[in-house]
């Protein structure tokens, strides 16, 4: 897709805002440009600055952990932050920061026009769902927007620092299999 392309050399270059300062690379987000499924976190860690992907990172093994046990791959979803450069000692990106940047996600969204978008938590589904949305009250819910079904989950740095519930971010992702069974959009196995 050539405008993907232009997309991602326009934020590849973008100073836009002060994160751009201390990075490393630009984050884009990785995947299927034709993904029917898109999860969106909060902003890169050191890892992914260094290396210009999100999630690869020990959330992201976590992360990747989880797409195997429902029987998905990294390469058939698209995965993308809020914010694409890092912020600095991995805070969370000031409302101001995700102003700036949220045009690009906003492109990658309309371009690659996924069915549902998991929201991986609160920094993302705060600003995609709902202001007031919790994660420990609605993880796993299913709201519709735009005619995009989205779910909040938990963080998977949040679940390195809180174990326990783990359980209930497995089922989060069994839930989101269910809905691509419905929708048709499962591909593989199982
Ligand atoms: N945390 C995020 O929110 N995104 C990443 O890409 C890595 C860690
Ligand atoms: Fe540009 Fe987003 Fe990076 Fe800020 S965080 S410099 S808006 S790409």
Known sequence: MIDFELLKTECLGCTACPLSENRTNVVFGVGNQNAEVMFIG???GENEDLQGEPF???AGKLFDKYLLA???KREEVYIANMVKCRPPHNRDPKPEEIDCCIGYLRRQVKLINPKIIVCLGRISAQRLIS???RVTKEHGHWFKKGGVFMM???HPAALLRNPSQK???FEDLRVLRSKMKELGIWK???
């Open 42 to 44: 909060e902003g890169p």
């Open 152 to 154: 909040g989950t938990f």
């Open 188 to 190: 593989s196995e199982g």
């Open 56 to 58: 690869v990172g020990n």
């Open 70 to 72: 429902v029987g998905m």
């Open 167 to 169: 359980p209930d971010a």
């Open 131 to 133: 202001p007031e949305f």
